[in-house]
């Protein structure tokens, strides 16, 4: 079976992983200098993780070991492994002897993964309003880079910085386990919703409107609208993402 990326042909890695795997994932495909010094198996993960995220590989197609290390120009062994901490994502089944099946998106992996989210960033809304000064100020940029990217007509680079902001609330909580499993919820989310945004640009006038309206409430003393904003914002990206489907 093809591995679904066109001989000569590297993956698109665009794709809003919010961090370094995006950059690893670039210089595998590009066989670019200091390939080598990275391990193996990151080398593996990072491309295909990449690949799946920006639907290379969609859900439904087989990936073989042997493709993937022809693709990435390693042995079996990392392979495996890099296979295996996929399969903990959530992005791939494995099946002995035969390979790993990209999971397709289900409309109930989007009730879990948003259920999820609200729960962490309703958490970490209310962890950090203590803070609120400082947080309004480190999300700005944030919004400034939405509306960059809103004018460029930039729907990935908007994302990523949709993304950033988000993080920075998680992070500014200071629980790495949950910043943790949010990066994670964040990534399955990718393979949802980027199409939809990028053949409707009004969804980015709304979030870039939504975003701000929650730097305004950390300006005011009501931590209930802040949280009530974040949660409206998480139901209506689940809204746009049940649009897609």
């Known amino acids: 079976m093809s ?11 665009g794709s809003v ?76 089944k494995l099946y002995p002897k035969k390979g790993a099946l990209v999971l397709p998106v289900l409309p109930q992996e989007i009730n879990d993964v948003l259920e999820a989210r609200e729960l962490i960033e309703v958490h970490a809304a209310a962890k950090v309003w203590p803070r609120r000064k400082q947080l309004a100020e480190t999300l700005k940029p944030h919004v400034d880079e939405m509306r960059k990217h809103r004018r ?13 902001f988000h993080e920075a609330i998680v992070g500014a909580a200071g629980n790495e386990i949950l910043a943790k499993l ?20 009004a969804r980015m006038d709304r979030s870039i409107a939504a975003h701000q309206e929650m730097i305004d409430a950390l300006g005011g003393n009501s931590s209930k609208r802040f949280r009530e904003l974040v949660v409206d914002h998480i139901h209506a990206a689940e809204t746009d993402l049940r649009g897609l489907r």
């Open 152 to 164: 460029a007509g930039d729907a990935k680079s908007f994302l990523e910085a949709d993304r950033a």
């Open 182 to 201: 949010y990066n994670s919820l964040r990534d399955r989310q990718v393979r949802m919703g980027v199409p939809g945004i990028e053949v409707q640009p």
């Open 3 to 13: 591995s679904g990326v066109p001989e000569n042909e590297p993956a698109s890695v």
């Open 17 to 92: 992983l919010g961090d370094q795997t995006t950059e690893i994932a670039r210089i595998v495909a590009e066989s670019a200098p200091g390939v080598e010094r990275i391990p193996a198996a990151e080398r593996v993960y990072a491309y295909v993780k990449a690949a799946i995220l920006d639907r290379v590989y969609p859900g439904g197609e087989l990936l073989t070991e042997g493709e993937l290390a022809t693709a990435v120009g390693v042995s079996r062994t990392p392979v495996r492994e890099a296979l295996l901490r996929l399969e903990e994502s959530g992005l791939v």
